[in-house]
């Protein structure tokens, strides 16, 4: 009995330390989500209303005057960049982030998929782990992007794939990434990044016309770069967003999870306590009787 009551002591402590752990993950995970959730909201309403630009000049645009990085032809080289983070212990983000970058290449792209053709740039080091451990065609070039998180580093990752796309080495460039809604949901989706989707127009719709100063292919060149280079740097804050609320939220429900298991714990110490004090009267009052006997 003494043994048994040794094990529940121990398990108690040894939840109690895992609460201690989790409480101040979830600490830290609320710190940095209020600046991540400052820097997403802030940069939202600006990215949107450069794509939706950049999206009506490109429609009101025919054939070269749409720039290279709008032209849409047949897609034999896919790119996915895919935007997990660095570390775990966030729930069902990272995976869900995966599987949807699975889901992608076997809806759309699994012919390419067959021939090799399907690539992957990871950005955090969850989603190159696992892509590298199962065989996929992953680069490790961006994975360490969350350690310098900044414009300039999602740059040159944007700058590289438009680069790869006008050499013709790939023909379509998609982000998996979670948009960050509030600290308990995310938004898993799979955003078109190459070639610039135009605005579908409603039959009888006035085309747009547009006054453009200087003209309009030095505006849509020096724009396009820029302005994709803003909607991947808006993506990386999104899922930087989301981690740091996916963590938190799993970290409030481990604690929640601790409290629980105290409790049984307790219940079972106590029922275990009462039967050791049980069977000591009984074995004081059994002697007592047989002394008396």
Known sequence: MAGQLKEVRNRIKSV?????????????????????QDSILQMRPYAKKLRELLSNIV????????????????????LLIVITSDRGLCGAYNSNIIKLAKLTIREKYAAQAAKGNVHLWSIGKKGFEHFAKNNFRVSETYKDIFHHLDFEHVQACSKAAMKAFENKELDVVEIVYSEFKNAATQLFKVERFLPIQKVAKKDGTPKSDFIFEPSKEQLITEMMPKILNTQLYKAVLDANASEHGARMTAMDKASENANDILRSLRISYNRARQAAITTELTEIVSGAAALQG
């Open 16 to 36: 109690q330390s895992s609460q201690q752990i989790t409480k101040a993950m979830k600490m830290v995970s609320a710190a940095k989500l209020r600046r991540a």
């Open 59 to 78: 429609s009101n645009s025919d054939g070269e005057s749409s720039g290279k990085l709008a032209t849409e032809r047949p897609v034999e080289r896919a």
